[in-house]
Every structure is written in structure tokens, then in C-alpha cells.
DNA sequence: AAGCGCCTCCTCCCCGGGGAGGAGGGCGAG
DNA sequence: CTCGCCCTCCTCCCCGGGGAGGAGGCGCTT
């Protein structure tokens, strides 16, 4: 039984040259194509793939979300960012993602297919000059963290304002007793941001309070 | 001008088959061996070897411990580790150390002589198992500070291990997916977890993980 | 004047999550 | 052996919170 694959790039002459590399392997598949993150997301739910080779710029949706949304309703697949770049951005993301691979688009036709049969084999793969900062950030971990200020910047003040206390463990009743508003007002608001953000729920809140430096440890008792 | 090669292993047949195996490229040259910890820095210091090719398990002084009082010395040399275990422990002792690569020894004979000038590149590899657990630690993130330790210790270990995923954002049926179990085990932590540490809902033992240090901002996307 | 974004507030609806209480099996300590 | 803790799972119940949709007022820009 082949591995599947689905290859997911914006570029035709990528494809290609990748469908034309992964030929040369029979125990491999290419189930398909898809030149964009959103159709990616489609092509994975209805075509199964073992593995998923994606690019990280796409025009609609690039590869991190992509990723992320393919593994929420596929868990089973792997997913192998494939790029020109190498940025911890990218890198990071990814992982975060949950991506099983970080190769750059210079490693050998060898390489990539033998990333391949990693990935199924349920190990995990980087770049050789990946791993070094991947290395360093496992070893004593920094912290980035640069998009997630632009996204707080699209919240309104108030919804920055509710979202503080939410991240403090309020309930929408008690923020707006705090608030001196309603409590409807306060689950607009509560709504608003959570779409804006791209969360599920004021959990998810939390975590992204702190996880943005909005909240800080030893900020409460 | 060849790599300089230093091997260090307790096991004489282990240092005559790497040995060996090195041979077959003209580009590496073993200038050393020595077979304990101790005697690694001494040789490290006098040789000056490009690289050096470190067992973890030794009688005196172990693989690790070397390689930081090794790369103290001498910082340009590059050591990876070689061990028969794939050990959390080793693995991110070594890379603190400053290991530059830790390959189990069921590596290929290509895959080490591959490894050698990885390193002298000034690139880092590691074992594609072993990237798994490097790529886990970096993408979540580390561990529970002291502190905690009195409150969280009131906790069964099941119910930490709850608490941990609810601090990620999981939902109880994504939780109890998770764990394998049914969600209405894991109602049944959440409920006695919550009552142990004196919180009124999840969104507030979010909080707590992240107070307590057992979650810390970096460790998720 | 028209349009837009923000804040405020509303209703209807549904689900996830937490409370209460109970039950069986495994396992280690006394 | 028995007691007790832990893990597992169950039912019944209720409420907080999030989705959808709409509305009025205010102040900005065009």
C-alpha cells in the first residue's frame, strides 16, 4: 500500500517538479494537488492523504493556518512545510501547528523522499540549519512573539478592556458590574473579540492573554 | 584539509568499528580516542579535534558532563552526541551542554559520516525520533516551577495531567480524546481539580497554570 | 448629508461545563 | 483481608456563555 500524498503549492512548476521527484518512488502516491491553504483543507478531508507537502506562501491562506486546519479535522496526517524560506517565524509556527517536518526547497530529491517515509513512520524531520534554531529555542527558549501585538491592535479599547478581565477569570456578570454596563454589552464585546482573535472561547482567551504579554505571571495573587 | 576527529567511548570495539567506518571517507581523520569522560577533555584540549564523537554512559565522568567542560575549552569544537538510548534526560542534557547533535547508534554508517560534516558546516542534526521529542519541547513548553509544587501536589497525577490540557484550551471532549477516556471521566477531574485548588470554573485554572509557572507564555502558538 | 465604526442593549436558542451523587475495579498499606 | 485512594464511568440537573440577528445613539470622516 503507497503513502498518499497530497501536494499543496501555489506554483504550477512546483508541483510539477515535485510530482515528477515523488514518481521516481513507487511505495509513493501523489493523490492530488492544490494550489492554495483553503483548497488544501478541502482536498485533505476528501482525499486522505498520509502526507501533506505544503508550502508556506499561498496567496488565500498560507501554509501555518492551512496546517493547523488540516490537522484539526485530520489528525492522522503529516504535514511537511516545504520552503524557500528559513525563518523562526515560519519554523515555529509551524511546529506549533503541529507540522511532523520543516524542510527547506533546497534539500535533495533523496532527501525529500526519504522525509517521506519518516513522517509515516510517525518521526519527525528538519533541515539540517533548521534544527539549529529549533535546537536553541528547545534548549533555552526565548520568546518571539510579534503578530500577536498586531492583533491585539485590532481590537477596539473596550474589547481590550473586557478582554483583561476576562484573562483575570471574571465572569461576563462580574466584568460588568466592573464595567458598569450590561451584561449583554459585555458578551458583544466578549463575541466581538473572540472572532477577531480566531478564538473558540474565553479560555482560549486566557491563554492568549498570556501568551501575548496582555497578562503576565505574578500579575495576580 | 580533513575534519579532525576525537572518539570517545568506554567500549574498544565501539571505538575501533566507528573508527573504521570514518575510514571509508578521505575527508575525516580520527586524531583520538579516549574511553571516559576525564580523559575526553584532556585529549579535546590537546588535539583540537573539529569535531568529537561523545558516548553518553561512562565510567568516570559521563557524555554530558564532558561535553560542557569540553566545549568550555574549546567552543569552536563541535560534539555530538552517540548513545544506544534515546533518553529525554540525554537528550536535552546534551543539547544544554551545547551539544551540536545526538544520534542513536543504530545510525547509519553513511548517516554518521553525514552527520560529521553537518556539523563542521555549523549545522545541527539530531536522530529523527529524538527530533520528535526536541520539536515537542520546543513547540509546548518546559516545566513546573517549585513553587507550585505545594498546591499541585495536592493533585493525583491523572488530574494534572488534566489540568495541563485544560490550560491549552481543550475542551473536556477534546481532553477526554486526548487521554482516552470518556469525557465524563474527565468531568469527574476537572470537577475534583477544581475543588482541590479553590477555582470556580476552567477559565480560572488557566489562570492558575500560568500563575503557578506550570504553564508559561512561549509554550503554545 | 451620508456612511461607518464603536458602544450600548435586546431576544431567542443551544450547548458545554460544572454540581451532586453514586458505582465498580485496581492496588497498595496497614 | 480490609480500608482507602485512584481511575473509570454513569445519570440528572442547571446555568453560564457563545451564536445569530437586530437596534438605537454617538462621533468620526467623506
Do not use: C, W
Not at 485530520?74 to 523562526?88: G, H, M, Q, R, S
Not at 501547528?97 to 522525509?115: D, Q
Not at 539540517?128 to 500577536?148: E, W
Amino acid at each position: 500500500m503507497p503513502v498518499r500524498v497530497l501536494l499543496v503549492d501555489d506554483d504550477d512548476l512546483m508541483r510539477a517538479g515535485l510530482r515528477s521527484i515523488l514518481a521516481s518512488d513507487a511505495r509513493i502516491e501523489v493523490v492530488g494537488e492544490a494550489s492554495g491553504g483553503r483548497a488544501a483543507i478541502g482536498e485533505a478531508r476528501s482525499l486522505t492523504p498520509h502526507v501533506v507537502l505544503m508550502d508556506v506562501r499561498m496567496p488565500d491562506l498560507d501554509g501555518i493556518a492551512a496546517t493547523r486546519e488540516v490537522l484539526s479535522t485530520a489528525p492522522d496526517a503529516k504535514v511537511v512545510i516545504l520552503t524557500t524560506f528559513e525563518n523562526d517565524e515560519y519554523v515555529f509556527g509551524a511546529l506549533e501547528a503541529g507540522a511532523s517536518g520543516f524542510l527547506l526547497k533546497r534539500t535533495s530529491p533523496e532527501g525529500l523522499i526519504g522525509a517521506i517515509h519518516t513522517v509515516v513512520a510517525g518521526d519527525a524531520l528538519l533541515s539540517p540549519s533548521v534544527t539549529r534554531t529549533v535546537i536553541d529555542r528547545a534548549a533555552r527558549q526565548p520568546r518571539p512573539a510579534a503578530h500577536t501585538a498586531r492583533d491585539l491592535g485590532r481590537l477596539t479599547p473596550r474589547e481590550r478592556d473586557v478582554l483583561e478581565l476576562v484573562a483575570r477569570g471574571l465572569s461576563n456578570a462580574e466584568i460588568a458590574e466592573a464595567l458598569v454596563v450590561e451584561e449583554t454589552t459585555v458578551k458583544t464585546h466578549v463575541k466581538h473579540l473572540l472572532g477577531k482573535l480566531g478564538l473558540r472561547d474565553r479560555v482560549q482567551a486566557v491563554i492568549f492573554a498570556y501568551e501575548s504579554g496582555l497578562s503576565t505571571p505574578g500579575s495576580q495573587g
